[in-house]
T-cell receptor
Framework: NAGVTQTPKFRILKIGQSMTLQCTQD?????MYWYRQDPGMGLKLIYY???????DKGEVPNGYNVSRSTTEDFPLRLELAAPSQTSVYFC?????????????FGDGTRLSIL | KNQVEQSPQSLIILEGKNCTLQ??????????LRWYKQDTGRGPVSLTI?????NTKSNGRYTATLDADTKQSSLHITASQLSDSASYIC?????????????FGKGTMLLVSP
């Protein structure tokens, strides 16, 4: 069972470069999310999507963009990478948002901006 | 401001011993509280989800309790195993229609020693 798959697992970028973090899920979940996890901090929501073609900002969206053209895929785009975007990025998905609907997480992309 | 505070920050116990992790929150109104386990280098995995009306829920050797009046939750681990070494994250969902942002705690790092 693949669940939520993120690629790449690691990446080093130079300041000002751009890249796309890939996320795909095979559980036919409507909801998908992008979080960042900084050392010693709780996860922060960057963007989320409630279905194909629908996305919305989370708590920390600046410097990022997303798209949701299919149910399965939810890529995160970094434009003009900055050192403050060094973090671990997690993609998650859930069938819904009810109290019996846990979020399923991928194993993360570890990104360093130098 | 919605906040989730976890204690202790870190904990070391001997294999086979029990332990209890604490979570205090200020999220209001409250919908549900979740506990996740995050192994090093992996994404969080759901352990339990409790609604306002539930005061205990078990998942194998993991038992979560909830006191919605005092806004406190605990996660009790029985007969610890080396594989329990991980970060345990408390997550609170506010009550709302549609999607609402989860508030993540910083986690308690548990090390089970042989």
């Amino acid at each position: 069972n693949a669940g939520v798959t993120q690629t790449p697992k690691f990446r080093i970028l130079k300041i000002g470069q751009s890249m796309t973090l890939q996320c795909t899920q095979d559980m036919n979940h409507n909801y998908m999310y992008w979080y960042r996890q900084d050392p010693g901090m709780g996860l922060k929501l960057i963007y989320y999507s409630v279905g194909a073609g629908i996305t919305d900002k989370g708590e920390v969206p600046n410097g990022y963009n997303v798209s949701r053209s299919t149910t399965e895929d939810f890529p995160l785009r970094l434009e003009l990478a900055a050192p403050s975007q060094t973090s671990v990025y997690f993609c998650a998905s859930s069938y819904g948002t009810g109290s019996n609907q846990p979020q399923h997480f991928g194993d993360g992309t570890r990104l360093s901006i130098l | 401001k919605n906040q989730v505070e976890q204690s202790p920050q870190s904990l070391i116990i001997l294999e086979g011993k029990n332990c209890t992790l604490q979570c205090n929150y200020t999220v209001s109104p409250f919908s549900n509280l979740r506990w996740y386990k995050q192994d090093t280098g992996r994404g969080p995995v759901s352990l339990t989800i409790m609604t306002f009306s539930e005061n205990t829920k078990s998942n194998g050797r993991y038992t979560a309790t909830l006191d919605a009046d005092t806004k406190q939750s605990s996660l009790h681990i029985t007969a610890s195993q080396l594989s329990d070494s991980a970060s345990y994250i408390c997550v609170v969902s506010p009550e709302a229609t549609g999607y609402s942002t989860l508030t993540f705690g910083k986690g308690t790092m548990l090390l089970v020693s042989p």
